[in-house]
Every structure is written in structure tokens, then in C-alpha cells.
């Protein structure tokens, strides 16, 4: 009682106790910590960077558009946050405005409409070869452009169960509908599930095989380029957009690389803060402000949605992450053990965010020149091998 007593009439006591028990706060995500290095082990794992979802108001970077959207209209939002957000702030691409008038003219542009959907009873196959830019300094919306695609299952096997591919959809970028056929399956089909998919007996009698589908998708995406060319940067091969495109390639007994996909059920940011997926059918209502799958699935439907979804996702204005000079990799998880502990300690928290990096490609980097690529790729890559306590980028 006495210490406390001497502490509270003593300035000089105060000034010492609040210093002991200063906080350490991160630059990204403003969480507070009483140690600096739980600051720096937070920084190891966040992986925050200029590329996560971000507050327009207070610049809180935040893991997903879920948390996002929960820090300014959520049931406890920020409240100064909430207050300017909902006066000048987009409901749907959460974009914060100069003013009420810019929103407005925004908001003629951010929905859109739902496409018109192209049925089961006309258009059994179509196969449209277009041509894509020639400009080979970018990816994505350059050389080989981008193609949604979508499939819808019947069901196989003595229960039904086992899915089947009856239905392939591909559309570009500028949403024309380039390969279109139904599938014949290569065993028998025991369940239509009509209800979801629309499709008969009638629509895959005649269809065609699958392994001839699974060509034909391989030539649209693969451009002409050699499957070495592809495996390495992409070369003119097409980028593949789609939701959970695993389960659609699964169905296709087909293989595309992995740095090729761009698939909006994977994507960190579009996930659920627990990183689960969301439905295609919420992340377009929520994201483009209309509704999809009332009814049957329209794979026509669906391929335009998350082609929507990819662009929007794309069009993000971020800048390149910031380059320190402490180390050849100026990356705070590939420092060498002799760093850690002498030198993070002495970095500002300013600091210890520009040597942060992000554990995921944001989709924002196919527009980019892909020399810029190319090198952020191959760091990124050193960065995995040197990564902390045996954690992996995902």
C-alpha cells in the first residue's frame, strides 16, 4: 500500500511504471501486446501485408472480407469506423468514397445484374474459338486472358453418389460463352438429380465422351503453349477461374497447375474468417448484389458469376509491398538465426510490417508485368524453405 501510495504522489515512480509496462503495438491489425517479442512472433505468422482487405477509415488490415465487413457493420462495429462507413463506404466492395455524390455514381457500376441463364433446352454444344491480346508483359488479363468454368454432376454408382461430370460450361472474360457441351459419362448414370441440375436421360443419350471434353478444355486452356511452358510461368496458357475447381477437375480427370487456378472457394481473402468456404451463391449476393441457383444450377450462370467475382477481385488498386534492406530476403520469416533475436528486437513496429509478407498470391498481381512476377515468385519461394518453426505457406 505504501509503494502504491509513494507511486501515485511520486511522478518520477509513475513514469517508471508506466514505461515497464509499455505496449507493443502491431502496425497492421492494432492487437497490443506487453512483450516486443510477442510482438515479433505475431508478425512471423500474420502474414500482414498491403494486399489484405483493409479499413478505409482507420487502415486495419484484416484477414478476409468477412472480418472486414464485420469490423464496419457488424453487431459491434468500430464506431467511428461504422459512422463514416455508412455514409460514404460501398455495401458490396466495401471501397470508402470522398464523399456521399461519389458513391452514388459508384454504386450505377458495382451491381450488376444477373445474366441470363441458358436453360437445358437449346445450345446442346458450342464451340467458339476466340482470339485473346497479344501482349505477353502480363498475366491474367494478358496474354492467354482467363476462363471460368463450370461443371454440373449427375450421379453414378449403385446409390447415386459417385459424381459424375454431365455438364461443361467455359466462358472468357468478357463473358461469352466459348465451349459449351453435355457429358457422357463413363459409367452409367444412376441419379439425373434433376431437381439441381435440370438434366434428363434425353440430354447426355448423344453427348459427347468425356475424354473428348477433357481435350477440348485442355486446348482451350493450354493456347498453343508446350506443357513445359505452362508448369514453369504460364506462358499463353489461359488462367482458370471457377469455385472449387478441384472437385470439377476431379470429375474431368483432368490436371492443370496449380499456379494457373484462381479459384474464389480457395481464395484466403473471400473465405470465412475460420477459412472455410463460402457458397458461390453467397459470395454473389453479397459481392455483386444479386441472386443465383433459383432453381436449377445454369452452369452459364455460375461461370459468369465467378468470372465477375475474379475481375472485381482483381481490379484492387494495392501497392507493392515494401522492400527493407536488413537482409538479401527482406523477409521477417527468412531472417537466419543470428538476426532474430539481435536485430528484430530493435525494429519499430513500422519496421517489422514492411518486412511482413503475405502467405498468398493476390489476385491483383495478373495484372502486373510478369518480370515483377517472376522475381516476387522466386523469393517468395527461398521465403518457404526458410520459414519458422516448420510452418509452410499455403
Same mark, same amino acid.
Given at each position: 500500500?505504501?509503494?502504491?501510495?509513494?507511486?501515485?504522489?511520486?511522478?518520477?515512480?509513475?513514469?517508471?511504471?508506466?514505461?515497464?509496462?509499455?505496449?507493443?503495438?502491431?502496425? &497492421?491489425?492494432?492487437? !497490443?501486446?506487453?512483450?516486443?517479442?510477442?510482438?515479433?512472433?505475431?508478425?512471423?505468422?500474420?502474414?500482414?501485408?498491403?494486399?489484405?482487405?483493409?479499413?478505409?477509415?482507420?487502415?486495419?488490415?484484416?484477414?478476409?472480407?468477412?472480418?472486414?465487413? #464485420?469490423?464496419?457493420?457488424?453487431?459491434?462495429?468500430?464506431?467511428?469506423?461504422?459512422?463514416?462507413?455508412?455514409?460514404?463506404?460501398?455495401?458490396?466492395?466495401?471501397?470508402?468514397?470522398?464523399?456521399?455524390?461519389?458513391?452514388?455514381?459508384?454504386?450505377?457500376?458495382?451491381?450488376?445484374? &444477373?445474366?441470363?441463364?441458358?436453360?437445358? @433446352? #437449346?445450345?446442346?454444344?458450342?464451340?467458339?474459338?476466340?482470339?485473346?491480346?497479344?501482349?505477353?508483359?502480363?498475366?491474367?488479363?494478358?496474354?492467354?486472358?482467363?476462363?471460368?468454368?463450370?461443371?454440373?454432376?449427375?450421379?453414378?454408382?449403385?446409390?447415386?453418389?459417385?459424381?459424375?461430370?454431365?455438364?461443361?460450361?467455359?466462358?472468357?472474360?468478357?463473358?461469352?460463352?466459348?465451349?459449351?457441351?453435355?457429358?457422357?459419362?463413363?459409367?452409367?448414370?444412376?441419379?439425373? @438429380?434433376?431437381?439441381?441440375?435440370? /438434366?434428363? #436421360?434425353?440430354?447426355?443419350?448423344?453427348?459427347?465422351?468425356?475424354?473428348?471434353?477433357? #481435350?477440348?478444355?485442355?486446348?482451350?486452356?493450354?493456347?498453343?503453349?508446350?506443357? &513445359?511452358?505452362?508448369?514453369?510461368?504460364?506462358?499463353?496458357?489461359?488462367?482458370?477461374?471457377?469455385?472449387?475447381?478441384?472437385?470439377? /477437375?476431379?470429375?474431368?480427370?483432368?490436371?492443370?497447375?496449380?499456379?494457373?487456378?484462381?479459384?474464389? &472457394?480457395?481464395? @484466403?481473402?473471400?473465405?470465412?474468417?475460420?477459412?472455410?468456404?463460402?457458397?458461390?451463391?453467397?459470395?454473389?449476393?453479397?459481392?455483386?448484389?444479386?441472386?443465383?441457383?433459383?432453381?436449377?444450377?445454369?452452369?452459364?450462370?455460375?461461370?459468369?458469376?465467378?468470372?465477375?467475382?475474379?475481375?472485381?477481385?482483381?481490379? !484492387?488498386?494495392?501497392?507493392?509491398?515494401?522492400?527493407?534492406?536488413?537482409?538479401?530476403?527482406?523477409?521477417?520469416?527468412?531472417?537466419?538465426?543470428?538476426?532474430?533475436?539481435?536485430?528484430?528486437?530493435? /525494429?519499430?513496429?513500422?519496421?517489422?510490417?514492411?518486412?511482413?509478407?503475405?502467405?498468398?498470391?493476390?489476385?491483383?498481381?495478373?495484372? @502486373?508485368?510478369?518480370?515483377? !512476377?517472376?522475381?516476387?515468385?522466386?523469393?517468395?519461394?527461398?521465403?518457404?524453405?526458410?520459414?519458422?518453426?516448420?510452418?509452410?505457406?499455403?
Amino acid at each position: 500500500m505504501d509503494a502504491e501510495a509513494n507511486s501515485s504522489e511520486n511522478p518520477t515512480i509513475r513514469s517508471n511504471c508506466c514505461a515497464s509496462l509499455s505496449i507493443h503495438k502491431c502496425s &497492421a491489425c492494432y492487437k !497490443q501486446y506487453k512483450k516486443k517479442e510477442h510482438l515479433i512472433e505475431h508478425m512471423k505468422t500474420s502474414n500482414h501485408s498491403v494486399h489484405q482487405p483493409m479499413c478505409g477509415v482507420c487502415q486495419k488490415h484484416c484477414k478476409s472480407f468477412e472480418s472486414l465487413r #464485420e469490423h464496419l457493420t457488424g453487431p459491434l462495429p468500430r464506431g467511428v469506423c461504422s459512422k463514416i462507413f455508412s455514409q460514404q463506404g460501398c455495401q458490396l466492395c466495401l471501397v470508402l468514397f470522398d464523399s456521399p455524390g461519389s458513391l452514388l455514381v459508384h454504386k450505377e457500376t458495382c451491381r450488376v445484374y &444477373a445474366p441470363t441463364r441458358l436453360g437445358t @433446352r #437449346e445450345l446442346p454444344y458450342i464451340d467458339s474459338q476466340f482470339d485473346c491480346p497479344s501482349d505477353e508483359n502480363h498475366v491474367g488479363g494478358g496474354p492467354g486472358g482467363a476462363v471460368a468454368m463450370d461443371c454440373e454432376m449427375v450421379g453414378g454408382g449403385s446409390d447415386g453418389s459417385l459424381e459424375l461430370c454431365g455438364r461443361v460450361c467455359l466462358v472468357d472474360e468478357d463473358e461469352n460463352l466459348i465451349f459449351h457441351t453435355y457429358v457422357q459419362p463413363r459409367i452409367p448414370v444412376t441419379n439425373y @438429380r434433376y431437381d439441381i441440375t435440370g /438434366l434428363t #436421360e434425353e440430354h447426355l443419350r448423344n453427348a459427347m465422351p468425356l475424354k473428348e471434353v477433357r #481435350e477440348k478444355v485442355l486446348q482451350i486452356l493450354y493456347n498453343g503453349e508446350s506443357f &513445359a511452358k505452362v508448369r514453369r510461368d504460364g506462358g499463353k496458357a489461359r488462367l482458370l477461374v471457377g469455385h472449387d475447381l478441384a472437385h470439377d /477437375l476431379d470429375c474431368l480427370n483432368m490436371n492443370y497447375p496449380d499456379h494457373m487456378l484462381r479459384d474464389t &472457394a480457395k481464395y @484466403r481473402p473471400l473465405m470465412k474468417t475460420n477459412l472455410v468456404s463460402h457458397s458461390l451463391k453467397y459470395l454473389t449476393r453479397t459481392y455483386l448484389g444479386y441472386d443465383i441457383q433459383l432453381g436449377t444450377h445454369d452452369p452459364y450462370e455460375d461461370c459468369i458469376s465467378v468470372m465477375r467475382l475474379y475481375k472485381r477481385i482483381r481490379a !484492387q488498386i494495392h501497392p507493392e509491398e515494401g522492400h527493407g534492406t536488413l537482409t538479401p530476403r527482406n523477409s521477417i520469416v527468412s531472417l537466419p538465426d543470428s538476426w532474430r533475436s539481435r536485430e528484430l528486437d530493435n /525494429l519499430t513496429p513500422d519496421q517489422l510490417y514492411a518486412m511482413s509478407r503475405s502467405d498468398y498470391k493476390c489476385w491483383c498481381l495478373d495484372l @502486373r508485368p510478369r518480370l515483377k !512476377q517472376e522475381s516476387d515468385f522466386t523469393e517468395n519461394e527461398s521465403n518457404e524453405f526458410h520459414f519458422m518453426d516448420g510452418n509452410r505457406h499455403l
